[in-house]
């Protein structure tokens, strides 16, 4: 989303059911459309993430529904949940489920992927969730398991957390798992900053989430872009078969990305918001520019972004934080 005041936009919170058409021979790629809530934690909207296949753009084009086609030509729909929450070292709430969409499905999810930032590290917290898994990773296990969910991966660098959680009629279907990091906070050797990345295979198909947290401030742009290119480049995986990033089939990026609104004032963002003018915002929008610019985003895909700017929020509240 866009920030109030230049402290805008950054790519968190939940998608909706992520739509994309799979074949054996080429990709078509669709974004989520995106949906509101709110959360008493963050308070955040939720909208599309960014996605990118290593297949020719071209190949790429809009269509309702997920299809996962295998060899005997049998369709099956197939829908992807991805959330992405800075939670601010909170711990977990008493009920995720709007956050998960829970009530307002239209069809049964197939896939969670749970992305995290912020998540609570300090050296005891830390020691402990060392030798026991973190209370995030039990919450949402325990939440979602009598739902028919199994937690597949998972992968933690300190404040960062990925989860994956698959239903468990898909588990013969699912093959090749693989997790990875990248540090980039205090010149690459400081895990406050950077990603975290697992793959599997679906079907035959190899999927990769990647879930970051970029460097936070307005005028900070190019140091986000570079920490994205230090990410990409180092996040290798243990595999023959697609051991960088951009060699899957399709790779969704998302995270705290921190990007900002540049250059308009905090009285013009404010007037419109409240008109639900939000396409005045996008040409100063940072990651939006970054796009056009950068050969590094060539090939991302984004949703349109109608809805209101997700940072910040009073907590408990649905009233900006202009301080």
Request: with cysteine; glycine share 8%; charged share 20%.
């Given at each position: 989303?866009?920030?109030?005041?230049?402290?805008?936009?950054?790519?968190?919170?939940?998608?909706?059911?992520?739509?994309?058409?799979?074949?054996?021979?080429?990709?078509?790629?669709?974004?989520?459309?995106?949906?509101?809530?709110?959360?008493?934690?963050?308070?955040?909207?939720?909208?599309?993430?960014?996605?990118?296949?290593?297949?020719?753009?071209?190949?790429?084009?809009?269509?309702?529904?997920?299809?996962?086609?295998?060899?005997?030509?049998?369709?099956?729909?197939?829908?992807?949940?991805?959330?992405?929450?800075?939670?601010?070292?909170?711990?977990?709430?008493?009920?995720?489920?709007?956050?998960?969409?829970?009530?307002?499905?239209?069809?049964?999810?197939?896939?969670?992927i749970i992305g995290l930032q912020e998540?609570?590290?300090?050296?005891?917290?830390?020691?402990?969730?060392?030798?026991?898994?973190?209370?995030?990773?039990?919450?949402?296990?325990?939440?979602?398991?009598?739902?028919?969910?199994?937690?597949?991966?998972?992968?933690?660098?300190?404040?960062?957390?990925?989860?994956v959680y698959v239903k468990y009629l898909?588990?013969?279907?699912?093959?090749?798992?693989?997790?990875?990091?990248?540090?980039?906070?205090?010149?690459?050797?400081?895990?406050?900053?950077?990603?975290?990345?697992?793959?599997?295979?679906?079907?035959?198909?190899?999927?990769?989430?990647?879930?970051?947290?970029?460097?936070?401030?307005?005028?900070?742009?190019?140091?986000?872009?570079?920490?994205?290119?230090?990410?990409?480049?180092?996040?290798?995986?243990?595999?023959?078969k697609a051991p960088a990033i951009l060699?899957?089939?399709?790779?969704?990026?998302?995270?705290?990305?921190?990007?900002?609104?540049?250059?308009?004032?905090?009285?013009?963002?404010?007037?419109?918001?409240?008109?639900?003018?939000?396409?005045?915002?996008?040409?100063?929008?940072?990651?939006?520019?970054?796009?056009?610019?950068?050969?590094?985003?060539?090939?991302?895909?984004?949703?349109?972004?109608?809805?209101?700017?997700?940072?910040?929020?009073?907590?408990?509240?649905?009233?900006?934080?202009?301080?």
């Amino acid at each position: 989303g866009q920030a109030v005041g230049g402290a805008v936009r950054e790519r968190r919170a939940v998608a909706d059911v992520s739509r994309l058409m799979l074949l054996e021979d080429d990709v078509i790629l669709i974004a989520a459309a995106p949906c509101s809530a709110s959360h008493p934690l963050t308070a955040a909207v939720f909208h599309p993430l960014l996605l990118a296949s290593r297949w020719r753009m071209d190949l790429c084009h809009y269509a309702d529904g997920l299809t996962m086609v295998r060899g005997t030509r049998k369709a099956i729909r197939f829908g992807l949940h991805i959330v992405t929450w800075n939670v601010g070292t909170a711990g977990p709430p008493d009920d995720v489920t709007t956050l998960l969409q829970l009530e307002t499905q239209t069809r049964e999810t197939d896939m969670y992927i749970i992305g995290l930032q912020e998540v609570n590290s300090k050296v005891p917290s830390f020691l402990v969730d060392m030798v026991f898994n973190d209370p995030w990773t039990i919450f949402f296990t325990n939440f979602l398991a009598p739902l028919g969910y199994i937690r597949v991966s998972s992968i933690r660098m300190q404040g960062l957390l990925l989860l994956v959680y698959v239903k468990y009629l898909h588990l013969p279907y699912v093959r090749d798992l693989r997790t990875s990091y990248a540090r980039t906070g205090a010149y690459g050797y400081w895990g406050n900053k950077g990603g975290v990345a697992a793959r599997l295979s679906v079907y035959g198909h190899l999927l990769c989430f990647l879930n970051c947290h970029l460097p936070a401030h307005l005028n900070n742009s190019g140091q986000r872009i570079t920490s994205f290119q230090r990410i990409l480049a180092a996040l290798q995986f243990t595999s023959e078969k697609a051991p960088a990033i951009l060699d899957h089939d399709l790779l969704f990026w998302f995270g705290d990305l921190n990007f900002r609104i540049a250059d308009h004032g905090l009285r013009f963002i404010r007037e419109s918001i409240g008109r639900n003018r939000f396409h005045l915002l996008w040409d100063k929008d940072q990651l939006n520019k970054a796009k056009t610019m950068e050969p590094v985003l060539s090939g991302f895909l984004e949703g349109q972004l109608l809805f209101k700017p997700t940072y910040k929020f009073n907590l408990d509240s649905i009233d900006y934080d202009t301080r």
